[in-house]
């Protein structure tokens, strides 16, 4: 559906902007305006963690409508971030690569999609051990819902 503005110009505010399938096979989708709504959204979220040029953001989850928004949050405000490759972090057993990527970026926070399966390689990379004594990374833990048709 198009929409006219005063201007005259056309504008795809209805439009399907991003799409995927869920694990049934079925579409979710999100439209150009639902996506800058919760980009926006998220992105305040992220500034209000103190995240910034110092502090990026890693993303650790599969290809979702999530990782999406979460990265074009980053975008829209300046913030860094590394999306991760899902399948080598959920196979690996040292998460050899993951600590050398918490290490060189010290990220301000972590994401990931699906928390459970991603709770061992976010302990053993972003943990640091020191004698008996665990010491938690800098990064916060955050829990932003998935986005949702509005």
């Known amino acids: 559906m198009r929409i006219t503005s005063t201007n005259g110009r056309r504008t795809r505010r209805s439009t399907i902007f991003l799409g995927c399938r869920d694990e049934q096979g079925q579409w979710e989708t999100i439209t150009y305006a639902e996506a800058l709504h919760q980009t926006r959204c ?3 979220a992220l500034l209000a963690l103190g995240l910034c040029a110092d502090r990026p953001l890693v993303i650790l989850s599969k ?55 991603f709770a061992p390689a976010i302990l053993a990379a972003f943990l640091r051990v020191s004698g008996n004594k665990r010491h938690a990374w800098s990064a916060q833990r955050v829990a932003i819902p998935r986005p949702v048709k509005l």
């Open 42 to 44: 998220v992105a305040s």
């Open 63 to 117: 290809n979702s409508l999530a990782h999406a928004v979460m990265g074009l949050a980053c975008l829209y405000v300046g913030i860094p971030y590394a999306p991760g490759v899902s399948s080598l972090f959920l196979l690996s057993q040292d998460h050899k690569k993951l600590k050398d990527i918490a290490q060189l970026l010290q990220p301000g926070a972590v994401f990931a999609d699906d928390g459970a399966a």
